[in-house]
């Protein structure tokens, strides 16, 4: 067995790792970039190591500086988690010359499933079964027109080299197909490097089902049952679960036999995952199969009770199999939601910054690492904690909560009831948005393909709105502020007199805030007197009465917490959270968040007819679609900006002129940035 090895990561796979290799006694090399010197990775490995600037090319991607490091510490072996190097056939090459053990596949193995179009053509002679579609070299565009026009549509262009939902685009007809392909090249040859894509028919309403498998160097091989990961936004998962809903044993029987055909098509060694479509007939198509440990990975260790970090490494130390196929059982459902810095509002794109508040309630037994989360059956994979920053460098998920029950609605529920009591202050993210995803009916239900999320945004984008009782969220927004009050007037006060307790002679005036949910205005009229820890909110002609059991905490942030007495959610627990003017309002297991419109901040020329698109996130432009002087309409695409590796349109807010484009195509902005300056078309109105 090993006795060191170096981990090529960073994040919450990193302290995945680490947690288990220390666990088998085996000393762990962290490396880190500049960005992530903080980070809770680099303190908690034995070493750690500084691969350079916060890009990945000078960092994480880089395989002369990785390999280097395990040199200088003396590592046996690298493990690349997922992302990064750790899909990279150089990579495994590079540490084979170096004499340092890959805790992977082999080269030749990962070089061949690497490419979409070359797993395809060795998965065929299986008799494993495909998507109709176009996997050759030639890249030209009449050739792709040509068979574009053959396969038909709907049909996806996919990177050869993708993954994460990264080099994804839907078709529909063949007059966008050139835009499509040029746009799906560009992010390819971004993200991996190759530009290279394929065409494949588009199943109408698939279900995304993957299977685990494991072989070791003594030609044994075995699958971990299936995991259901159709919850996808912009072609990447968001919440999976395992088993999958529905299946038949028969179904589920021929699921891991072709996975395992599958790899043993490839001579494969250590975790691999092959991915499949099952249509609404019931049939299943090979997409593809990732090299490496999933994302998504604790939902199979919560069923099968098996630490699959642990069995890489055996595996790559030249251990047989732990466990063969009869021994292998699905014991409970279990769900793993993703925990991104994004905002869903404004199609779920990346956000950056501190994160003030992460916390996680200690009434829950929340584990970070290995599957014994599954004796509490909840588990928090996380790299977070608070005052650490997301960068712009890196993928924006902070976390994964992971849930296990005997049954899957038993498991649901306690995942949205976790999702619901986690906190996460100080950047955009997806706390909310994920429970309502929980309960939506169609996903409560199981089942579901992989446009329900587009399908539930299209339909509604109230889905994970105000759930709050209206006459509640108003008075307790009006207690946020004068709780707001309280804490920058009065936090360093030990004189009771200083206390604004709202006394007053005669009656109370209504103090009146202004605050938009997501893009609706709201207008609160509130009075708040406390006396004790008693509360009383006059608002919207009636009262509402709360007990206040904590204000303010060591974070520095205003923040109160306490307990709805009187109206709809009476006997719930709220907690009400300040960060700049933006409050987070929990009650029971819903949040909304309000932002306040501080009066200070109120633009002097609000309300005239200049508009302006800005950079939602630091980015750089790759396309501009209009020119000075054109008009333009709302919704019509003005700009491309590309950001964390993914390209992103942004769209003009209304009917205009353009007037001015700041940043040509290749400029470097920050967020905030103005990237079109247009005057509002009055002839349209």
């Not at 792709?144 to 049909?155: D, K, M, W, Y």
């Not at 108003?474 to 007199?497: C, I, T, V």
């Amino acid at each position: 067995m090993f006795t060191k090895i170096l981990i090529a990561n960073r994040g919450e796979i990193a302290r995945r790792i680490n947690r288990t290799a220390q666990a088998m006694g085996i000393h762990t090399v962290a490396v880190y970039s500049t960005a992530d010197a903080q980070a809770l990775h680099v303190q908690e490995c034995n070493e750690a190591v500084c691969l350079g600037e916060p890009e990945a090319a000078q960092s994480y991607l880089n395989i002369e500086k990785v390999i280097a490091a395990a040199k200088q510490t003396g590592a046996q072996a690298i493990h690349p988690g997922y992302g990064f190097l750790s899909e990279n056939a150089a990579f495994a090459q590079a540490c084979a010359n170096a004499h340092i053990t890959f805790i992977g596949p082999g080269v030749e193995a990962i070089r061949i499933m690497g490419s979409k179009s070359e797993a395809k053509a060795c998965a065929q002679p299986a008799g494993v079964p495909l998507i109709p579609g176009y996997f050759g070299a030639d890249q030209s565009l009449s050739t792709l027109q040509t068979e574009a026009e053959r396969i038909g549509f709907p049909l996806m262009i996919k990177a050869v080299a993708g993954g994460g939902g990264k080099g994804i685009r839907i078709v529909n007809n063949a007059g966008d197909l050139q835009a499509a392909l040029e746009s799906c090249q560009r992010e390819a040859k971004n993200a991996f490097g190759d530009a290279t894509v394929m065409l494949e028919k588009q199943i109408i309403k698939p279900r995304h089902v993957e299977v685990q498998v494991f072989a070791d160097t003594h030609g044994n091989v075995v699958h971990l049952f299936e995991r259901d990961c159709s919850a996808q936004r912009r072609h990447q998962k968001v919440i999976e679960e395992a088993p999958a809903f529905g299946l038949t044993e028969a179904q589920r029987e021929a699921f891991g036999r072709t996975a395992v055909q599958v790899a043993k098509a490839v001579s494969y060694v250590g975790a691999g995952t092959v991915e499949f479509l099952l249509d609404a007939r019931g049939e299943f198509y090979f997409m593809e199969m990732n090299t490496r440990l999933q994302v998504e990975h604790p939902v199979t260790e919560m069923i099968t009770g098996f630490d699959l970090v642990q069995w890489q490494i055996e595996i790559a130390a030249g251990l047989p199999l732990p466990a063969t196929q009869e021994t292998i059982h699905i014991d409970g459902h279990a769900f793993e939601a993703r925990l991104y810095a994004e905002n869903p509002d404004q199609g779920f794109l990346p956000a950056i910054g501190t994160v003030e508040l992460w916390e996680a309630p200690d009434a829950i037994e929340f584990r970070t690492g290995t599957h014994a989360g599954r004796t509490a059956g909840i588990r928090l994979d996380s790299s977070m904690r608070s005052g650490l920053a997301v960068s712009p460098y890196y993928d924006p998920m902070v976390g994964k909560l992971i849930t296990w029950a005997p049954t899957r609605e038993a498991a649901l529920k306690k995942l949205a009831d976790a999702l619901a009591q986690l906190r996460c202050v100080g950047v955009k993210n997806n706390l909310a948005w994920l429970r309502s995803l929980c309960l939506h009916p169609e996903f409560a239900a199981g089942g579901y393909d992989t446009g329900l999320i587009d399908r539930m945004t299209e339909r509604t984008n109230t889905e994970h709105g105000q759930q709050i009782e209206s006459v509640t969220l108003q008075a307790l927004a009006g207690l946020a502020r004068w709780a707001l009050h309280q804490h920058a007037n009065n936090k360093n006060s030990s004189d009771p007199l200083a206390m604004l307790d709202g006394f007053y002679s005669s009656a109370p005036p209504l103090r009146e805030d202004r605050w938009l949910n997501r893009d609706i205005a709201l207008a609160t009229h509130t009075h708040v007197s406390v006396q004790g820890q008693q509360a009383t909110i006059q608002c919207a002609g009636s009262a509402l009465f709360a007990t206040l059991t904590n204000h303010g905490n060591g974070s520095g942030l205003a923040r109160t917490k306490g307990l709805v007495n009187t109206g709809p959610h009476a006997g719930s627990p709220f907690d009400l959270i300040w960060h700049g003017d933006n409050l987070s309002i929990h009650v029971g297991t819903e949040q909304t968040n309000l932002h306040w419109q501080n009066p200070a901040h109120i633009r002097a020329d609000q309300g005239h007819d200049a508009h302006g698109v800005a950079a939602p996130m630091p980015g750089k432009v790759f396309a501009v679609f209009v020119k000075v002087g054109d008009a333009v309409k709302k919704g019509q695409p003005l700009i491309g900006l590309e950001a964390m590796k993914m390209e992103h349109t942004l769209n003009s807010p209304c009917d205009g002129v353009v007037q001015a484009i700041p940043h040509p195509v290749g400029d470097q902005v920050t967020e905030g940035t103005e990237l079109i300056h247009f005057s509002e078309d009055t002839n349209s109105k």
